[in-house]
């Protein structure tokens, strides 16, 4: 640990990417010729196979098969190295155009080779399955399966015309509306103020200013909150709609094959959570009593524990990473150092580059691109683990190929969150004292909560509504609030008090409107990977190359079966609680450290 101001930290300044290897060293110009190399050979595949399909052998799908995973990297090499120039300079208009131009060029090639989906979706299953037999075509077998997953809910292709011709004025037309009347909310705070700006209020250190932020917040969600809950009422029945055209048999059965999970895994993951509430609860009590009040409130959740940050400078960290990894699995540690030295990191903000952190896995030709914005806090250590585990993953699955390095969102966080776990460990071993301690547990607490035990709360809160609309038709404005508070009182239970006016705070949620299901995943993601932590930390060594192995099948598999190689059965609860087992032990230990560190009484 250094105490070094972020300005000062030449060594991370100098940390940018070599997006060469992307282009063959070509450039910006190399972008326009690989995506007309793209089109050409798009162009002659459709010559080749368009209504052929059907008649496919082994061998002629297998020809046609590599052939639109050639076309898919040369696409994906353009767009990625697009993409990334973009993000390093947003605010070059040369950046922004090129990108522009990638991505309708992509979008035109996408469409010359639209007619193989349908054309194999249209096959029958049995032929389908016989061909699939075919060793030769494991190196896409697994997304050519995923890709019929819904072929039981297809309509008629006059149906799917009428219905997607009708989508843009229906269902898409209400969710933008719910998206602009959201965006149009004004806050009467400060004499008036957006929504964004007024939420982040809530994590004062100030509790009257939070008080105030949350009592002008609810002001401002009153004067089209009948026309909100319209807008959600008529997209609950619009999917009711097309669910029942499609012969889905629950309102989550098309967001679950989306997301290759099994009705049984999710319903284990939402039982699990559902059953540990108290964790939170106990969380909610420390911070009471570390914040010196009875009881919070609904507005004190987000309000921060700890008054100062601790830094750490980019050689520091970079080691602390590295060395977390290596000590883990030298393959591992391996793949890392490769970011480090060969320059597929770009750590320093800049002016017009993109916020945030990502890692872009490209193609499984060239390898992943890791994005940071570094600032030289302690907590960019732990953004820099979890990219990294990212990374780790698209690059150990790049030998899958292009149907199958990336994983459904489902299991995407496994390697992120696993070695952001790991290094988290380290930090919270290397802290000087209980204070520092704390500030570290309660970050890692309240993650858990925002990622598992809300979205698990609010995934409860959206089975309600949908099956009250499928069931008793249209739900009064106050219904959808009613719903909310007790989706929200059962996971605080005594530990928090849900205000009157937080009752309408479930209507500025793009996801309920925008993506009905989704967001389970988030809970599904994280507690995953803490179960799949879990099991490493019961079984030792031994479990290593296991998780290795997983890591390296990327998305050639589905999640159950990706979990059944490290010993995990997905649908049984005990595997999930397993994950909030760590999280309680956590707990245990903020509970230890506030006392030595006398920030409670
Ligand atoms: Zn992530």
């Not at 969102?409 to 930090?427: D, Q």
């Not at 547990?441 to 995934?459: D, K, P, Y």
Request: with cysteine.
């Amino acid at each position: 640990m250094t105490t070094s101001s972020p300005e000062q930290d030449q060594d991370a300044a100098a940390v940018e990417w070599d997006l060469a290897p992307l282009v063959d060293g070509g450039g910006d110009q190399a972008v326009a010729s690989m995506l007309e190399e793209a089109e050409r050979r798009a162009a002659d595949f459709a010559r080749a196979y368009a209504g052929q399909v059907a008649e496919f052998d082994a061998d002629r799908l297998r020809e046609a098969a590599a052939e639109l995973a050639a076309i898919s990297e040369l696409v994906g090499r353009a767009g990625s190295y697009a993409m990334l120039r973009f993000s390093a300079n947003t605010e070059d208009p040369a950046t922004g155009a090129l990108l522009q131009a990638a991505q309708e060029r992509g979008a035109a090639i996408e469409t010359k080779l639209l007619f193989f989906d349908l054309e194999w979706q249209a096959l029958p299953d049995d032929r389908a399955e016989e061909l699939l037999q075919d060793e030769g075509l494991e190196f896409v077998a697994h997304h050519l399966r995923v890709s019929r997953r819904l072929g039981p809910h297809r309509l008629s292709e006059p149906e799917e015309r009428v219905v997607t011709e009708f989508r843009v004025t229906g269902r898409s037309a209400w969710s933008r509306l719910f998206e602009e009347q959201v965006a149009a909310i004004q806050v009467p705070l400060d004499g008036s103020t957006g929504l964004e700006e007024a939420l982040s209020r809530l994590f004062s250190a100030d509790r009257d200013e939070r008080r105030s932020a949350a009592e002008a917040i609810t002001e401002g969600f009153r004067p089209g909150l009948r026309t909100r809950a319209y807008i959600f009422n008529t997209l609950l029945q619009d999917k009711a709609t097309e669910d029942r055209l499609r012969g889905f048999p629950h309102w989550l059965a098309a967001r679950n094959i989306d997301n290759e999970a099994s009705d049984e895994s999710v319903e284990a993951l939402v039982q699990a959570v559902r059953g540990r509430y108290e964790i939170a609860r106990r969380w909610y009590r420390l911070k009471a009593r570390i914040l010196g009040v009875d009881k919070l409130a609904d507005y004190d959740r987000n309000a921060s524990v700890s008054a100062t940050e601790d830094l750490m400078d980019w050689p520091t960290a970079r080691d602390l990473v590295l060395d977390t990894y290596r000590s883990f699995s030298s393959t591992v540690g391996d793949v890392v150092a490769r970011f480090f030295d060969e320059r597929w990191i770009d750590a320093p903000p800049r002016p017009g580059k993109r916020s945030g952190a990502f890692s872009a896995s490209t193609v499984p030709s060239v390898h992943p691109y890791v994005m940071l914005n570094w600032t030289g806090k302690r907590r960019d250590a732990l953004v820099l683990a979890h990219e990294l585990g990212h990374g780790v993953h698209q690059a150990l699955a790049a030998d899958r190929g292009v149907f199958h390095q990336n994983t459904p969102l489902t299991v995407a966080e496994t390697a992120s969150v696993f070695g952001e776990t790991l290094t988290f460990g380290r930090l919270l071993d290397q802290s000087p004292d209980a204070a520092s301690r704390l500030s570290l547990l309660a970050e890692s607490i309240e993650g858990s909560i925002a990622t598992v035990f809300r979205q698990v709360a609010m995934h409860t809160f959206e089975d309600a509504v949908h099956s009250e609309r499928r069931t008793c038709g249209e739900l009064p404005p106050d219904r959808f609030g009613e719903l909310w508070a007790q989706s929200q009182e059962e996971l605080f239970g005594d530990s928090v008090e849900v205000t009157e006016g937080y009752r309408s705070w479930w209507s500025y949620v793009h996801h309920f409107t925008s993506a009905p299901g989704y967001v389970y995943a988030y809970a599904y993601g994280q507690l995953l990977a803490l179960s799949v932590y879990q099991r490493y930390v019961d079984e030792g060594e031994s479990f290593v190359p296991s998780y290795v192995e997983m890591l390296s099948a990327g998305g050639s598999l589905a999640p159950e079966e990706l979990g059944r190689m490290v010993g995990v059965d997905l649908t049984d609860p005990g595997f999930w609680n397993a994950g909030l087992d760590l999280v309680e032990r956590q707990l245990d230990e903020a509970e230890r450290a506030a006392v030595e560190a006398g920030a409670v009484a």
